[in-house]
C-alpha cells in the first residue's frame, strides 16, 4: 500500500523567512496531492493541493510542487507570519474520495 | 466549522469496554472517514465508507468497529480488543467527487484509564 514520508520533522524559521516540508510517496497510482494544516487544538484544514498532471501549484504565499517521476512533492510558505504556526500535513490518495494516506506532519513555529 | 460534529470532546473509559465515538454530518457527503491521531504519527486511517451500508478497513483497523446505516452517520466503536486505545480520534467526510477536500470534525479524545 502507499507510504508517505514526510521531512522534517520539527521546522522553525524566522518570519518573513521561507519554509519548506518535503514528502516522498511510494505508490505510483497515486494522482492527488493534499496538504492540510492543523492548528493547535483545531481540526485540519486543507491549503492546498496538487494534481498528477501539474507540476507546480500558487496560491498567494503557498505553492506546492510535484515530481511524479522521483514521486515527491513540497510545500513552500514565503514570508512566514506567525499564523503560520501549526503542524502540516502532506498526503497522497488514487482518487481525493479514495483511501488518503498521510505523511506524520510537520510542526512549524514561527518565530517573531 | 459547522456540517461536521463528534461527540463527546473528551471520552474516558476503563481497561475492558467498549466504547462508541459519534460523527455526523449535515453537509450530503458520500464518504466519510475515521482517523487516529498520535504524536509524531501523523493521521492514520481505522475506516472508510463510501456509500450507506458500505465500507473499509483502513491501515489500522484491528480492535474497531463501524455501521454505516445512515448518510449522516458514521459511529466508530473501539473496542476492548484495541490494545492501545489512548488517541485523538477525528472523522471526517467528502463529497465522493474528484479532486474535494476532506472536512474534518473537532476530533473527540478518548482516554482509557
Known amino acids: 500500500g502507499e507510504n508517505v514520508e514526510q521531512h522534517p520533522s520539527t521546522l522553525s524559521v524566522q518570519e518573513g523567512d521561507s519554509a519548506v516540508i518535503k514528502c516522498t510517496y511510494s505508490?505510483?497510482?497515486?494522482?492527488?496531492f493534499p496538504w492540510y494544516k492543523q492548528e493547535l487544538g483545531k481540526r485540519p484544514q486543507l491549503i492546498i493541493d496538487?494534481?498528477?498532471?501539474?507540476g507546480e501549484k500558487k496560491d498567494q504565499r503557498i505553492a506546492v510542487t510535484l515530481n511524479k517521476t522521483a514521486k515527491h512533492f513540497s510545500l513552500h510558505i514565503t514570508e512566514t507570519q506567525p499564523e503560520d504556526s501549526a503542524v502540516y500535513f502532506c498526503?497522497?490518495?488514487?482518487?481525493?474520495?479514495?483511501?488518503?494516506?498521510f505523511g506524520p506532519g510537520t510542526s512549524l513555529s514561527v518565530i517573531p | 466549522d459547522g456540517g461536521i460534529t463528534q461527540s463527546p470532546k473528551y471520552l474516558f473509559r476503563k481497561e475492558g469496554q467498549n466504547v462508541t465515538l459519534s460523527c455526523e454530518q449535515n453537509?450530503?457527503?458520500?464518504?466519510m472517514y475515521w482517523y487516529r491521531q498520535d504524536p509524531g504519527q501523523g493521521l492514520r486511517l481505522i475506516y472508510y465508507?463510501?456509500?450507506?451500508?458500505?465500507?473499509q478497513k483502513g491501515d489500522i483497523a484491528e480492535g474497531y468497529s463501524v455501521s454505516r446505516e445512515k448518510k449522516e452517520s458514521f459511529p466508530l466503536t473501539v473496542t476492548s480488543a484495541q490494545k492501545n486505545p489512548t488517541a485523538f480520534y477525528l472523522c471526517?467526510?467528502?463529497?465522493?467527487?474528484?479532486?474535494?477536500?476532506?472536512?474534518f470534525g473537532p476530533g473527540t479524545r478518548l482516554t482509557v484509564l
Open positions: 498526503a497522497a490518495s488514487e482518487t481525493s474520495y479514495d483511501k488518503v494516506i
Open positions: 505508490d505510483s497510482a497515486s494522482n492527488y
Open positions: 496538487i494534481r498528477s498532471n501539474v
Open positions: 453537509l450530503n457527503h458520500d464518504a
Open positions: 465508507s463510501q456509500i450507506v451500508n458500505d465500507f
Open positions: 471526517a467526510s467528502h463529497t465522493g467527487e474528484h479532486y474535494n477536500e476532506q472536512f
